[in-house]
């Protein structure tokens, strides 16, 4: 089973920022908090991880709490393009360990 | 990045029959991954394809069903054998190309059995 709970759908205004809770309340200490998300059609899109710090790149900004129960990511000025479920998913680091997908937030972003 | 290519991109099967699809990585790769996903669901993975040996299914998923194939470090396939209309998914082909590495996908075979 997945280790994160999402909202089900979330709408955001063209051009504001767009964000994304997460919560992983049970994840442990050497587990990685990893963002993808699918566009319609498409297969999943890798965005964005990190473990403690807050991370950022072209894509998205990743906040993590200090206890790490919980993150968020951050679109900063989301376009219609940015219309995809995003999923949240907490695994181990090493290429080893499948990702668990759970159902995921629906993001709409309207004009 | 790694970039994946699947085909068919798409298939209309018959029930009963069986479909291979293909799945080609444009560099060497550690690991590969064949997901479903069902319509309107998320992604489950059916099985881990191993390079030289046989893949690792998960649980609800057999070798008779869905057999792999992995012969080097930069092909793969899956087949759905003896299709239902219960198959009809989207089948993903995933690579990871080292300890750490983010997972790429492929854009996906959607497959729909009458």
């Known amino acids: 089973d997945a280790k994160t709970t999402q909202p089900p759908s979330m709408d955001c205004a063209e051009g504001r920022a767009a964000n994304l809770p997460c919560n992983h309340s049970?994840?442990?200490?050497?587990?990685?908090v990893y963002w993808y998300r699918q566009i319609h059609s498409q297969g999943p899109q890798y965005i964005i991880h990190?473990?403690?710090?807050?991370e950022t790149n072209e894509m998205a900004s990743l906040i993590i709490t200090e206890d790490r129960k919980s993150s968020t990511l951050i679109l900063p000025h989301a376009t219609l393009r940015d219309t995809a479920v995003y999923y949240c998913i907490v695994r181990p680091w090493g290429s080893n360990y499948q990702l668990i997908w759970g159902a995921g937030t629906k993001l709409i972003i309207k004009p | 990045s790694a970039v994946i290519s699947q085909k068919p991109s798409r298939d209309i099967c018959q029930r009963g029959t069986s479909l291979t699809i293909q799945c080609q990585v444009d560099s060497q790769v550690t690991m590969m991954f064949w997901y479903r996903q069902q319509p309107g669901q998320s992604l489950t993975l059916i099985a881990t394809a191993n390079q030289g040996s046989e893949a690792t299914y998960e649980s609800g998923f057999v070798i008779d069903k869905f057999p792999i194939s992995r012969p080097n470090l930069t092909f793969s396939t899956l087949t759905v054998s003896n299709m239902s209309p219960e198959d009809s998914s989207i089948y993903l082909c995933s690579v990871n190309r080292g300890p750490g590495d983010e997972q790429f996908f492929g854009p996906g075979t959607r497959l729909t059995v009458l």
């Open positions: 049970t994840i442990s200490g050497n587990e990685y």
């Open positions: 990190g473990l403690k710090n807050n």
